[in-house]
């Protein structure tokens, strides 16, 4: 298998932490930064370092984003630097470009230029330690698009005793219980059968919108 090859643009917290990430899974990775102190920071987890203006079309196109497999944009509060960046990034037919967003405005243009995906990390990282918070029970939730999430979480106490079929949480939720893990032995059931019996020592893996997640987490 041939390794993966990311371009990341601007290497402030939160586009070092990505390329270090990416950098973790083996992955091959061009960062560009204007400043010099941040390539020489974190060029151990850079293939290539470029130092550059990526407001400058000469040097995206240098990057090679054509073929890279995917780009992350992340100028900070530059909004020019971005849009240009994106712009510039679009016309060498990028694939998989991810933006860091810095208002609701800015995500509403980089949309309309055809991102495919506008990140907000304090806003996300926010909402779902709020969650965590409210709802203890959670270990873990994972949004798979704007509208589906999958949740990791204990088997509510009115559940326990009872077989999914019983619990009916299709039905009176709307949600999937795609795996059940029984928590000392780590063996995971995979899309377990209406008659397998919930415990109190288990975790669920149930998969649903939003709306129909926040019921489930609510249950006691």
């Known amino acids: 298998m041939a390794t993966r090859r990311f371009v990341v643009i601007g290497l402030g917290s939160f586009g070092a932490a990505v390329a270090q990430q990416l ?12 400043s010099r102190r941040n390539i020489e920071t974190y060029k151990d987890s850079l293939y290539e370092a470029v130092i550059g203006d990526a407001r400058s079309a000469e040097v995206i196109e240098q990057l090679g984003v054509g073929t890279a497999d995917g780009v992350v944009v992340s100028l900070g ?3 020019t630097a971005s849009m240009l960046a994106v712009l510039h990034c679009r016309e060498n037919k990028a694939r998989h470009v991810i933006v860091k967003g810095v208002s609701d405005e800015h995500g509403r243009l980089l949309r309309m230029m ?3 995906r506008v990140v907000f990390p304090e806003k996300e990282f926010a909402a779902h330690l709020g969650k965590q918070l409210a709802y203890p ?19 509510p ?3 326990v005793g009872k077989s999914l079929g019983q619990a009916e949480l299709k039905r009176k939720l709307g949600v999937w219980v795609m795996g059940v893990k ?15 019996v919930l415990k109190g020592d288990q975790i669920l893996l149930a998969l649903g919108r939003s709306e129909q997640l926040d019921r489930l987490r609510k249950m006691q």
């Open 137 to 155: 029970n959670v270990l873990d939730l994972i949004p798979l698009d704007d509208d589906y999430s999958l949740v990791e979480m204990a088997v």
């Open 182 to 196: 029984e928590t000392l032995a780590g063996q995971m059931h995979l899309l377990p059968h209406t008659d397998f």
């Open 114 to 116: 055809g991102v495919e």
């Open 77 to 79: 509060e530059d909004l």
């Open 23 to 34: 950098h973790l899974a083996g992955c091959r990775v061009t960062g560009l930064d204007s």
């Open 157 to 159: 106490e009115s559940l």
